[in-house]
T-cell receptor
Framework: AQSVTQLDSQVPVFEEAPVELRCNYS??????LFWYVQYPNQGLQLLLK??????LVKGINGFEAEFNKSQTSFHLRKPSVHISDTAEYFC???????????FGDGTTLTVKP | EAQVTQNPRYLITVTGKKLTVTCSQN?????MSWYRQDPGLGLRQIYY???????DKGDVPEGYKVSRKEKRNFPLILESPSPNQTSLYFC????????????FGSGTRLTVV
């Protein structure tokens, strides 16, 4: 069965510090992986995706993620965060042949001044 | 502007009174889906549709109905709402369900009293 685990429910960091939000998925032959961001009172917005090819994926707003097949992980990183990055972040996985994506429970990133 | 439009944004209703939440997309997407978001439970899929007249259950379909008579519309129907259906609901669409990620609506906050 598809499953996604976001290892941290809340991540507080100071402005301009680096951040990593962790995501692990259950093993499968082929997966498609996504990160979404949800700002307060808004819907989710696609940050980046991994379908195939290079394991380092760059997205919007300076975020990037690395696909690690051996560790079944897809961690999200940003080298220097801003106050405006405060939001909830969701990792999602779609297994090849499955009709739907599965979302993690979300990680709340709070950037402090 | 490419978007997914949900209506209403907010709805308070009483137990047992049938209601419909509308969802419409203007991107000619094949795939549409409904999610509910609850604190501590993340996003859970209710129903999805791969194309017109093709729908399937997600993880939590009980108490909900959907229809896909036209490509652009995917309404969510609660025939007899109950308080445990109080939640934040999101409609999403995608060109094919995985390669392109999802575009989400702004959400509908439903309260059933």
């Amino acid at each position: 069965a598809q499953s996604v685990t976001q290892l941290d429910s809340q991540v507080p960091v100071f402005e301009e510090a680096p951040v990593e939000l962790r995501c692990n998925y259950s093993s499968s032959v082929s997966v498609y992986l996504f990160w979404y961001v949800q700002y307060p009172n808004q819907g989710l917005q696609l940050l980046l995706k991994y379908l195939s090819g290079s394991t380092l994926v760059k997205g919007i707003n300076g975020f990037e993620a690395e696909f690690n097949k051996s560790q079944t992980s897809f961690h999200l990183r940003k080298p220097s965060v801003h106050i405006s990055d405060t939001a909830e972040y969701f990792c999602a996985v779609k297994y090849q042949g499955a009709g739907k994506s599965t979302f993690g429970d979300g990680t709340t990133l709070t950037v402090k001044p | 502007e490419a978007q997914v439009t949900q209506n209403p944004r907010y709805l308070i209703t009483v137990t047992g009174k049938k209601l419909t939440v509308t969802c419409s997309q203007n991107m000619n997407h094949e795939y549409m889906s409904w999610y509910r978001q609850d604190p501590g439970l993340g996003l859970r899929q209710i129903y999805y549709s791969m194309n017109v007249e093709v729908t399937d259950k997600g993880d939590v379909p009980e108490g909900y109905k959907v229809s896909r008579k036209e490509k652009r519309n995917f309404p969510l129907i609660l025939e007899s709402p109950s308080p445990n259906q109080t939640s934040l609901y999101f409609c999403a669409s995608s060109q094919d369900g995985y390669n392109y990620g999802y575009t989400f609506g702004s959400g509908t906050r439903l309260t059933v009293v």
